[in-house]
């Protein structure tokens, strides 16, 4: 069974809850146990030890926060043949997907030999929240599809 990293960065709780709710969908799937992560803990060292890396944050002012940014140049060093990488962010408004897009970028810049898991964006209701009706769904839909 491989190995599954969810590290993320939640500043109202948001993204902490559709992190935990993709993992439910894996370990709901087959079993697969995710380790959960917040960004404050995050050893990008440690993150190329996992098969399957998923990153994930609010769409802060367009873009990731500082925070995942950090954590995606270091990752981009480690060696990360075979590897499978997806990103997620929590949104308002229009912006499905910015934050995602940015952070897949972000790595496509300096990291290689990865294999890309397509993005998630999962809408709120505002800055704080709460997730919008549904959406829950769509994260445990991901992580069953992921495991």
């Known amino acids: 069974m491989p190995k599954i990293v969810i590290a993320y960065e939640s500043i109202y709780g948001n993204t902490k809850q559709v992190a935990e709710t993709i993992a439910e969908g894996m370990k709901e799937k087959n079993g697969t146990i995710a380790a959960l992560i917040h960004a404050r803990d995050v050893d990008a060292k440690m ?7 998923l990153i994930g944050g609010p769409n802060h002012m367009g873009g990731p926060t500082g925070p995942i940014k950090k ?3 270091q990752l981009a060093k480690q060696n990360l043949n075979g590897k499978k990488i997806g990103f997620f ?3 308002q408004g229009d912006q499905f997907e910015k934050a995602a897009k940015k952070m897949e970028a972000l790595l496509s810049k300096k990291g290689q030999g ?3 898991i397509p993005a998630l964006s999962i809408k709120v209701g505002g800055m704080k929240g709460p997730i919008v009706d549904g959406e829950l769904k769509n994260c445990r839909q991901y992580g069953a599809g992921i495991a």
């Not at 993150?47 to 890396?53: E, N, T």
Request: hydrophobic share 45%.
């Open 47 to 53: 993150l190329a030890d996992y098969d399957v890396i």
């Open 89 to 91: 962010d929590t949104y």
């Open 71 to 73: 954590i995606i140049k």
């Open 114 to 116: 990865y294999q890309l």
